[in-house]
């Protein structure tokens, strides 16, 4: 859909992945800033959003109000924290803004409320944003549902020490994906982390384990292990500007689509 240059609202501007989006967006050339907003109390409050980002000035000031800033915007990234998320969420539906959202951790009353705001306004959320990892979430349903029963599986995801929330929001996005392919519920089967005398491994588990360190952009490994043999499948992500150009990609898209929630799978035609 072609849109022209793009008017855009970062959440979270001073932040890693909002800094990321700030740079990237001028590198790409069709999308203007329009706005920059940080949590109340943020220290970038008041500088130019495209200093802050490392690229150059800007002329526009990082502010702590999305209202103020939302009317001037055709889309709206939010890579923030679950509640902010929420909020700006629903700010940007008062606003008519579009809005494409990679914070991950929102509790599933929290996604419940963000699909109801979708009502009202082109929304987009992913838990990962790189077009490398919605891939791999087709070829794993495509290699449960093949492999069966017969395979055990395993998720192992590890983060740069900095990360909240676990396990990460992809590999979650991975269990859900390789359960619905098996038959399977995964608020049954899945295993969060093992200790102590748990026993031999039930044949329905699904395990997820989540590793912390350094700066490490993000790292997923499935492993679908059988009698004789096992298949991993990995992601490794070489920077956070991986998920960035894939937000970008996700607001070319989404501008002008009518209301309601998508996903990077619409983005991607993997429906």
């Not at 849109?3 to 700030?22: K, L, S």
């Not at 209202?67 to 709206?76: C, E, I, L, P, S």
């Not at 490490?216 to 004789?228: Q, S």
Request: hydrophobic residues 45%.
């Amino acid at each position: 859909m072609e849109v022209g240059v793009i008017r855009a609202v970062v959440c979270g501007a001073a932040g890693r992945m909002g800094g990321r989006i700030i740079a990237l967006m001028k590198e790409a050339g069709d999308f203007e800033l329009a706005g920059a907003v940080e949590r109340p109390g943020h220290p970038a409050l008041g500088k130019d959003a495209g200093e802050a980002a490392g690229v150059g000035k800007a002329g526009v000031p990082i502010t702590a109000v999305l209202g103020q800033v939302a009317m001037d915007g055709q889309v709206g990234f939010d890579f923030t924290a679950p509640e902010a998320a929420i909020a700006n969420i629903g700010k940007a539906a008062e606003a008519g803004l579009a809005m494409v959202v990679g914070t991950t951790g929102m509790k599933p009353e929290a996604l419940d409320r963000a699909r109801e705001l979708g009502r009202r306004i082109p929304l987009l959320i992913a838990p990962n944003m790189s077009v490398g990892v919605n891939v791999m979430y087709t070829l794993l349903a495509q290699a449960a549902a093949k492999l069966g029963d017969d395979y055990d599986v395993e998720i192992c995801e590890i983060h740069h020490h900095f990360k909240a929330d676990a396990p990460s929001g992809t590999a979650a996005k991975m269990a859900q994906v390789i359960a619905g392919a098996l038959g399977r519920d995964l608020e049954r089967v899945g295993v969060y982390g093992r200790k102590g005398m748990v026993g031999e491994r039930k044949p329905q588990e699904i395990g997820v384990h989540a590793l912390r360190g350094g700066d490490i952009a993000g790292e997923h490994t499935v492993i679908f292990a059988g009698m004789g043999e096992r298949i991993e499948i990995v992601h490794r992500a070489h920077s956070r500007d991986n998920f960035a150009r894939g937000a970008l990609r996700a607001a070319r898209w989404l501008v002008g689509r009518p209301p309601g929630v998508y996903d990077m799978g619409d983005v991607l035609g993997l429906k």
